[in-house]
């Protein structure tokens, strides 16, 4: 099927502003994301294809794992409880909630939040739930969606940001300075963590042998948010579990390097179970949820290695469709590389609707040259490609390969291909009628073709000396 | 729900032909060399924790300076570390509580408590749930300092962890809460301390 990929149309319609913003964002990340890794350690990718092997032993055995950490965390005190579905995972939430008669919470930064649209559903059940981060509280103001992994407002500037401030009411005028913004945030959150009466969290590693969530912020919001409430929920997905604590300084040391150029991300920390009896501070009752919703699909998959991601971002950092296209216009929770391959698996019902992601890629490899957990990405989208083809899921492709495929594969055809792309210079094909050359070579100039010649050469070349 | 989870998980697995077993490591392989350079422990804390924009202190003169010059003279101080700091604060003039009252949340410009530990490794200071006197006073105040000493510094990430202990909440600060979410520009203070102190007492 001749046509663009929906990807090439939403790249083709972002605004510069946005794009711009996009692709400086996501390069500053990965420039110093190199430094970091590089000045530190000697040999960093040994560390990654130990997390990797880590993470593969974990996940081929995550029944033992989940039940240990399920054991440990009831031990001290934790309530936990099981979601098969995103429907399951928002009731789970809402009755904890009812149970202890909350009405106002705040929430830290969670992927799985965000993979079930637990905000829209808490406020409509007479819930207010506001976001912490800085970054999703102004995605919240804008009922925009995130489209970075790390940087949820990659997409936005300031301008963008101090409009939202002034409508919504969080500031009386129109002030575009980072620090102006940051510091009224500041104030405005500041108040409603304190009239809060629950909190909820994701985690980023849940420790088997001690049930221990690590969970990681740069701002402080899940610590602040905790601190003056009684009830803290965690949404944990299953494939968060890690065997043993100490495993936790290999990821540690791993994420915050991948993430943000960071050795360790500002405020990490360490929970399993209710606060102290003697800690004025901090939540009674500590529930954890933990959420399939599709991971065992995955983990049934040939795209299991996808579980072992530890929501860094890097691959989105580095992905040069990611950088034109941005996090939206791969249309799910999981925008880049690892959305392309994690989103059409996850969300299995809409498999034949985001079958085009695998295709938004030139498999590069860039994504994979920079995973902390070594998944390889261009491999899992080329199975993805695999299982659309064989249930007959045709999505547009920018250039069809049918016919390469032919000549590739026979050494004779492509001989006589070669000599006759010659006839090529001579005709007007920057004028002929078809849409997708022509949107192809609206960008570029192609070069005269030398067809032959270098086999003509070769056959002809004499060696001047023997090796 | 939770047996269907788990009932999806071992037929997913049963397929499998070989499960990955659990790779035997040595530790050091995810030490930072060039960051453990030295060998006394509170001096490659100060250096990596000033690396992460922290300020490390040994004396309380020094707080009280500080704190007179950045004009933050009222606070919160742990009652069990008033007399060895907080008193010295009040005879130099500035007030200091040793209850922390949530509705003035924002009367206090500095905190002090008490760390559990730090992290040479990577400039971290602990704090933990069992032996801190409150976690709001460590993050609301603009200016936070915790109380350390010596013998509780961890040369290595590795080795905080091994002391993680029995402790139900345990948190690590490396530096001030900050973010780069507007445009990337990095700003301290967001929601909790723009300023982390450590004092070595």
């Known amino acids: ?31 110093k994301r190199y430094q970091v ?74 992927m799985a939040a965000e993979e079930i649209h637990l905000n829209p559903f808490l406020i409509e059940n007479g819930v207010e739930c506001l976001e912490s981060d800085l970054g999703e509280f102004i995605i919240q103001l804008d009922g925009d969606e995130p489209s970075h992994i790390v940087k949820p407002i990659i997409h936005k500037n300031r301008r963008e940001i101090a409009r939202t401030f002034q409508r919504e009411g969080i500031a009386a005028d129109y002030n575009d300075d980072p620090e102006t913004i940051t510091r009224r945030a500041r104030v405005y959150l500041r108040e409603k963590y304190m009239q809060a009466q629950a909190g909820i969290t994701g985690a980023n590693f849940v420790c088997a042998d001690t049930g221990r969530l690590a969970l990681i912020t740069n701002e402080g919001n899940s610590r602040f948010g905790m601190a003056p409430v009684g009830v803290h929920i965690a949404l944990v997905g299953i494939e968060k579990i890690i065997p043993q604590e100490k495993d936790l300084a290999v990821f540690l040391n791993l994420l915050g390097r991948s993430a943000t150029g960071q050795q360790l991300t500002v405020y990490t920390e360490f929970i399993n179970g209710p606060k102290s009896a003697n800690q004025p501070d901090g939540p009674e009752h500590m529930h954890v949820v933990f959420m399939d919703n599709g991971r065992t699909d995955v983990l049934a998959s040939n795209c299991k290695e996808i579980l072992r991601c530890i929501r860094c971002g890097a691959c989105q950092n580095v992905c040069p469709v990611y950088r034109q296209a941005s996090g939206h216009a791969y249309r799910s929770t999981y925008g880049g590389p690892v959305g392309a391959v994690l989103s059409p698996i996850l969300f299995g019902s809409r498999f034949p609707e985001l079958a085009d992601l695998p295709k938004a890629s030139s498999l590069c490899g860039a994504c994979n040259e920079v995973c902390p957990v070594d998944i390889p990405i261009p491999d899992l989208l080329l199975r993805l490609r695999d299982k659309a083809h064989r249930a007959h899921i045709h999505s547009p492709a920018a250039i069809p390969m049918s016919p390469f495929a032919v000549l590739a594969t026979s050494p004779s055809l492509w001989r006589t291909a070669m000599t006759m792309s010659k006839a090529m210079n001579h005709l007007p094909i920057q004028v002929a009628p078809i849409k997708p050359l022509q949107d192809w070579l609206g960008q570029r100039t192609l070069p005269d073709s030398h067809g032959g010649d270098f086999r003509k050469w070769m056959k002809n070349h004499k060696p001047t000396h023997k090796p | 729900m939770r047996d269907a989870i788990f009932a999806k998980i071992e037929s997913a697995n049963a397929a499998l032909k070989t499960k990955a077993a659990y790779p035997d490591y040595d530790m050091s392989l995810v030490h930072s060399l060039p960051k453990l350079e030295g060998s006394d422990l509170w001096e490659i ?24 010059e950045t004009k933050q003279l009222h606070g919160y101080c742990d009652p069990a570390l008033y007399d060895a700091i907080g008193s010295q604060l009040a005879g130099a003039g500035l007030t200091v509580e040793t209850e922390y009252h949530r509705d003035r949340y924002d009367d206090y410009q500095f905190g002090i408590t008490r760390a559990t530990g730090a992290i040479a490794e990577s400039g ?18 603009w200016v936070h300092v915790a109380v350390l000493d010596r013998s509780e510094v961890h040369r290595t990430i590795p080795d905080a962890i091994a002391a993680f202990g029995d402790s139900s909440n345990i948190i690590w600060c490396t530096g001030p809460s900050k973010t780069a979410d507007v445009e990337g520009i990095l700003i301290e203070g967001v929601h909790g301390p723009g300023e982390q102190i450590a004092l070595l007492l």
């Open chain 1, 1 to 31: 099927m001749i046509g663009t990929q929906l990807i090439d149309d939403y790249a083709r319609n972002i605004s510069d502003e946005k794009q711009q913003s996009v692709i400086s964002g996501s390069a500053a990340g990965t420039n």
């Open chain 1, 37 to 110: 890794l590089h000045k530190d350690y000697p040999d960093p990718d040994a560390i990654r294809k130990l997390a990797a092997s880590i993470k593969d032993h974990t996940l081929h055995h995550l029944g033992d794992y989940l039940a240990k950490a399920e054991q440990a965390l009831v031990s001290r005190g934790v309530n936990v409880h099981f979601a098969s579905t995103d429907e399951d995972a928002r009731q789970t939430i809402l009755s904890i909630l009812q149970g202890h008669g909350v009405t106002q919470l705040t929430k830290s930064k969670s």
């Open chain 2, 45 to 68: 804390f100060s250096r990596n924790f000033k690396y992460v924009n922290g300020k490390t202190m040994t004396s309380v003169g020094e707080l009280v300076d500080f704190l007179k």
């Open chain 2, 124 to 141: 971290t200071v602990i704090i933990d749930d069992d032996r801190t006197s409150s976690r709001l006073a460590a993050l609301s105040p």
